[in-house]
């Protein structure tokens, strides 16, 4: 399945489903108009409370991420527009700063920190699983370089 919910998260279950739907389309797992499960069989197949799902589909709702057409079911959305853009661009710049710092502090330069970003960007574009930290991606810095 396209998403998966580890119980033993800090984050939110909601959020998870939030961050898992946002994900596969971002990895074109999940397209414009596709529909997804409704909100009991997803709470269901997690096995978690439907209102958990419930909650989690509001928020993306809220982000134009899906629409709800009633009686008919939860769909990607086929436009989806960008509330708060400003908010969010500033939001991820600032988050992108704690990154450049958590670098330096790991002594990781500049071209290390954008290869990286580079490869977690093929990694969503190409249906990878961003999660996945299994040491390819977070090796020190000479094996970086030997990459390049």
Do not use: F
Request: charged share 30%; proline share 3%; hydrophobic share 35%.
């Amino acid at each position: 399945m396209w998403l998966r919910i580890e119980a033993r998260s800090s984050i939110p279950v909601y959020q998870q489903v939030v961050d898992g739907v946002k994900s596969a389309v971002a990895k074109r797992l999940l397209q414009p108009g596709d529909r997804l499960p409704a909100v009991r069989d997803l709470a269901t197949e997690l096995t978690v409370n439907h209102n958990t799902v419930q909650k989690a589909y509001q928020e993306l709702e809220r982000e134009h991420v899906i629409e709800v057409v009633r009686g008919k079911g939860t769909y990607i959305s086929r436009n989806p527009s960008i509330p708060n853009e400003r908010e969010r661009r500033e939001a991820l710049y600032k988050e992108m700063v704690r990154w450049v710092i958590e670098a330096h502090h790991l002594r990781i330069r500049d071209d290390e920190l954008l290869k990286l970003l580079r490869t977690a960007m093929q990694d969503i574009h190409q249906g990878g699983d961003e999660g996945a930290m299994n040491g390819d991606h977070c090796r020190g810095s000479r094996e970086l370089d030997e990459d390049v």
